[in-house]
C-alpha cells in the first residue's frame, strides 16, 4: 500500500488518518499534527524519511509563488532539513490547478445565486492562493484581497489583482524572512477567533482562502455567505453552520467526514503516480481529470 503523509505544525487535534482507492490503488492518507514545534516536524520528518512514498508540508509552506517567481520562507527551510530521500510537497501544485476551478464550478452550482447577491469576493491572503486569485479575477470577480490585513495586521484592502501583484514584489523578499508564526496561525493559535475587518466579510458574497485565516477574523454573522476553502474538519463545518454560512465549498475532496490540505492531497498525488518526486502542473491536472476531483459543495443552511 502507497503511504502520503503529512507533517504539519498545525494543532495535532485536526489529526486524521483515513484509506482510500485512488485509480485502483489503495493508499494511506495521514495527517500528523505537532502543535506549532517546527523541530518536532523535523524530527518527525528524519524518523518517517525513506519510509514513505510522499510528505506534504502542512501548516506551512516552503515559499511563495507569484507570476511564476519562487520566494522560500526561510525560517521554514530547517524544518524540512533532514529529508534526503522521501519526495516533499506543500500543496503549491494543487493552489495553482485544481483551485483554478473553484470560480467555474460556483457559475455552474450557484450562478443564480451568486448573480443575486452579488459577484463579489473576499480572498483572505491572495498571495497564499495566487491561482485561485487570479482565476476569481478573471472570472469577472470584484475582489477585496486581505494580504495586508491577515499577514500584517494593517486594515487596509488591496481592490486588484495589479495592486496584489505589484505589493507581492516589494514585499514578499522581506516578509518571508520573518518568522513564519508572525503570519500563519500554529498549533493552538488556529483555534482563535477574533472578529475583525467585519466589512469587508459582510461586502462578499464569496469569502475564500486557507481555512485557519477564513476562521481567523470571522464574524459571527455570516448569514447567507459562501465560503471556499481546502481544509475543513466536523469542527469547523459545525462552526460555518452556526454562522449562518448557506454554502461551503471545499476544494480538495472530502473523505471520512472532512477534506485535507491541498499538501495532503498532492502528497497522495505523489505517491500514486510512482515517480518519486514532486509533479509538474501538467501531469497534476492529468491525474485530477483521471480522478475526476473537483471541488464539493454542501449546503448548510
Known sequence: ???????SIGSSKRNKAVEVTLLGEQISIERIGTDGDMEAAALKYKELDGTVDA???????????????????????????????????????????LENKAP???D?????????????????????????SKSFTEAGYEVVFGDLMFALGIPIAIKSLN???TLAKLMIPIVTRFPFEWLYPTGEKQDVRTPKYEKYYRWATVIAGDCHYVKKHMPDDMQGKIIVTNTTTPEDVELFRQCGVKYLVTTTPVLDGRSFGTNMMEAALVAISGKNR????????????????????????
Open 278 to 301: 514532486p509533479l509538474t502542473w501538467d501531469e497534476y491536472s492529468e491525474l485530477l481529470e483521471k480522478l475526476g476531483f473537483e471541488p464539493q459543495l454542501q449546503e448548510l443552511n
Open 108 to 132: 455552474a452550482k450557484l450562478g443564480d445565486y451568486i448573480k443575486a447577491h452579488g459577484r463579489k469576493v473576499f480572498v483572505t491572503l491572495g498571495v497564499d492562493r495566487w491561482g485561485l
Open 104 to 106: 467555474a464550478f460556483l
Open 55 to 97: 510528505f506534504g508540508v502542512g501548516g506551512a509552506d516552503l515559499g511563495a509563488l507569484v507570476d511564476g517567481k519562487f520566494f522560500p520562507f526561510h525560517s521554514v527551510q530547517p524544518m524540512v532539513r533532514y529529508v534526503k530521500k522521501t519526495p516533499l510537497v506543500d500543496g503549491g501544485g494543487l493552489k495553482n490547478t
Open 1 to 7: 500500500m502507497k503511504r502520503a503523509v503529512s507533517i
Open 163 to 165: 495592486r496584489l501583484r
